[in-house]
């Protein structure tokens, strides 16, 4: 099956600095990215949608300058999580598509981001 | 008209007993449903998924059971394992929308030895 490999899995910050998360499809081409924010005991809450080499696609009510998103190739995509505070703490994890090969949607194992 | 909705919210089944959790949905365009599973501080995992023409689909011990004209569709677990505790969520998708997930609440499953 397809991989989706998400590093790191678990980021502890200073509130005030900047965190990076990457997501890699390891194995197919990943036409288009999915990045969600989980709360505990939640349901996964879409973020944006990043097509490669173009602008993400921003849910509303998520902040575009906040949580920077790059998809600058077919196998990676960034989250950049931008002058972190406490209340950005929170599961996030992202997902990948290559419609060539149908409907499935293929997640990585998330990460973990606390923010002091 | 976009939401999808699980239930239980939790359930306790019995080693070797069935777990059914249910979802239902309203939009008639919805043409691709798939099953995740959720273990905790990992991300999802696609289990089974199931398009509208059928009735029913088995993996293993897993089978989705879809009702077209009721809107319905459930996850059913044949001999439950201690291994299949996690959290599942049901999804509905539909190609006019680039298949962008709308997923259900989420139903924690134990299963007790």
């Known amino acids: 099956g397809a991989v989706v490999s998400q590093h790191p899995s678990r980021v502890i910050c200073k509130s005030g600095t900047s965190v990076k998360i990457e997501c890699r499809s390891l194995d197919f081409q990943a036409t288009t990215m999915f990045w969600y924010r989980q709360f505990p005991k939640k349901s996964l809450m879409l973020m944006a949608t990043s097509n490669e080499g173009s602008k993400a696609t921003y849910e509303q009510g998520v902040e575009k300058d906040k949580f920077l998103i790059n998809h600058a190739s077919l196998t990676l995509s960034t989250l950049t999580v931008t002058s972190a505070h406490p209340e950005d703490s929170s599961f996030y994890i992202c997902s990948a598509r290559n419609l060539g090969l149908g409907e499935k949607l293929f997640f990585g194992s998330g990460t973990q981001l606390s923010v002091l | 008209q976009q939401q999808v909705k699980q239930s239980p919210q939790s359930l306790i089944v019995q080693k070797g007993g069935i777990s059914i959790i249910n979802c239902a949905y309203e939009?008639?365009?919805?043409?691709?449903f798939p099953w995740y599973q959720q273990f905790p501080g990992k991300g999802p995992a696609l289990l089974i998924a199931?398009?509208?023409d059928v009735s029913e689909k088995k993996e293993g011990r897993f089978t989705i059971s879809f009702n077209k004209s009721a809107k319905q569709f459930s996850l059913h677990i044949m001999d439950s394992q201690p291994g299949d505790s996690a959290t599942y969520f049901c999804?509905?998708?539909?190609?006019?929308?680039?298949?962008?997930?709308?997923w259900g609440a989420g139903t924690k499953l134990i299963i007790k030895p």
């Open positions: 999804a509905a998708s539909m190609q006019n929308s680039n298949y962008q997930l709308i």
């Open positions: 199931i398009r509208p």
């Open positions: 939009n008639t365009a919805f043409d691709y």
